[in-house]
Nanobody, 128 residues
Framework: QVQLVESGGGLVQTGGSLRLSCAAS????????MGWFRQAPGKERDFVAG????????YYADSVKGRFTVSRDNAKSSVYLQMSSPKPEDTAVYYC?????????????????????WGQGTQVTVSS
């Protein structure tokens, strides 16, 4: 079992930056691939970024490429989402998610059904 807790959300202006953190419990964190999703009111929960268990492979939604960076620190059992050049349309609840897999297909990261565990979410609001 993996328990995920997001933190770092809040209000940020378009000229600022924000780093979301996701802390995982347990001793098998490094065996899990991780992803970030977001959901705005009235919209679907969409994929934002993913990272393989070793951190060697990262994946991004087209809408955030070049602006967001996903990383992980297995020693700290944490995954991060660095949000640079945020836009008002980035406003959403951001969720951390995990699945246990080996050599998962790149397309798997973008599917909600791939993930076995989800955090409670953290609100990010971007203002002009």
């Amino acid at each position: 079992q993996v328990q995920l807790v997001e933190s770092g959300g809040g209000l940020v202006q378009t000229g600022g930056s924000l780093r979301l953190s996701c802390a995982a419990s347990g001793h098998t964190f490094s065996s899990y691939a991780m992803g970030w999703f977001r959901q705005a009111p009235g919209k679907e929960r969409d994929f934002v970024a993913g990272i393989s268990w070793g951190g060697g492979n990262t994946y991004y939604a087209d809408s955030v490429k070049g602006r967001f960076t996903v990383s992980r620190d297995n020693a700290k059992s944490s995954v991060y989402l660095q949000m640079s050049s945020p836009k008002p349309e980035d406003t959403a609840v951001y969720y951390c998610a995990a699945f246990r897999a080996s050599n998962a297909a790149a397309s798997s990261y973008g599917r909600r059904a791939t993930y076995d565990y989800w955090g409670q979410g953290t609100q990010v609001t971007v203002s002009s």
